[in-house]
């Protein structure tokens, strides 16, 4: 049985702590979450009647600033994953050196069954719920799962009209119209992108023709596998919750592009052989990009992969025991907590615009959004090749190191 999200991020949370010389007291509260609450909400339907929903919001720690975290929306959604999601949102953070903490949210539903309608009453209550803890200045909401630019827009719409006047910075991954970044829709895949490159450099892979899978393709996977492909690298295989396409030539991702928009999958795309999800992952490339979900690559499959580097789009799609496995087998893992930070990064800048009314290009969005990367991912194998640990391990370590430092010089309140 594959564990919980929350009991692999306190493994790895444990495993890490291992290298740091912590007071005893200071790791046991770093794992831990702060604060966590959870809500129950009616929301009358389509048909009049009423459902009851139930939402979640933690933040794991505030020692660096306000937390910072995604809600998904998704009827699979759980206190503990939320936990895990939140905990790991710490460590992303603090290791491209956000002045944030982390938190998560989310709401037990499956979207795709709700109207429009029902879905902005949903999203209007569940954030005048968890508005005892939300501000631009406490807690900042950002899209993930089942969510996007519109849900955002109406969280910000809902806190604002609570507040008499507008208040962007509440929430980030908004439409460009209502203060949103420019770059932030393709911010997460571009920073998946920026670090395969690194990546590759240091396994002594040329970019161009690059065999690259992609497991999701959608808000991560999509613009990972569209920019990789700009760069010069062959995306041979794609998929999406409903299955996937393998093309070892290469597939023409913008006529998959256009057969998404109308279809609404990559399920039955002619220009390619139909695979399943688990035989994706196995397939033979140089990088594999999991995009999806959690728990992906567990020691049932891990022996079968085939890839050298893995660039974790997803938040955990790899077991303690998977990790294990893969590392002995020499693939170099670009662990989650960096690989997949540069949403968070630019929805740093966005807050940092919203808060300003100043907003810059997206040339200059994506140049500080490579150089935030870059300098993070050579920390992390600097603190690597010191420690003669994993990329992994090396990421939160530096990350714990980096929380637990600014909560012993903070001090201990009272």
Known sequence: MVESAYET?????????RHLDLPPGIADYLRVPKREITVNFPVEMEDKSVRVFTGYRVHHNTALGPTKGGIRYHPATTLDEVRALAMWMTWKCAVVGLPYGGAKGGVICEPKKLTVRELEKLTRRYATEISVLMSPQGDIPAPDVGTGEREMAWIMDTYSMHHGYS?????????????????RAEATGRGVVITMIEALKRKNLP???TRVVVQGFGKVGGPAAYLAQER???VIAVSDVNGGVHDPRGIDLSALRAYVATQGSVVGFPQGEAIDNADLLELDCDVLMPCAMENQITATNAARIRAKIIAEGANGPLTPEADHILREK???????ILCNAGGVTVSYFEWVQDLQSFFWGED????RLRQIMVRSFNQILRVAHEKSIDMRTAAQVLAIHRVAEAVQLRG???
């Not at 991020?9 to 702590?17: E, K, S």
């Not at 200059?364 to 140049?367: F, L, S, W």
């Open 9 to 17: 991020a306190l493994r790895q949370f444990d495993n890490a702590v």
């Open 207 to 209: 970019l161009e023709h």
């Open 364 to 367: 200059e969005i994506n140049e």
């Open 330 to 336: 020499g693939v170099f893992v670009i662990p989650d």
């Open 412 to 414: 201990i309140y009272p």
């Open 232 to 234: 010069g690298a062959k």
């Open 167 to 183: 208040v962007p910075a509440v929430v980030t991954g908004k439409p460009v119209a209502v203060g949103g970044s420019l770059g």
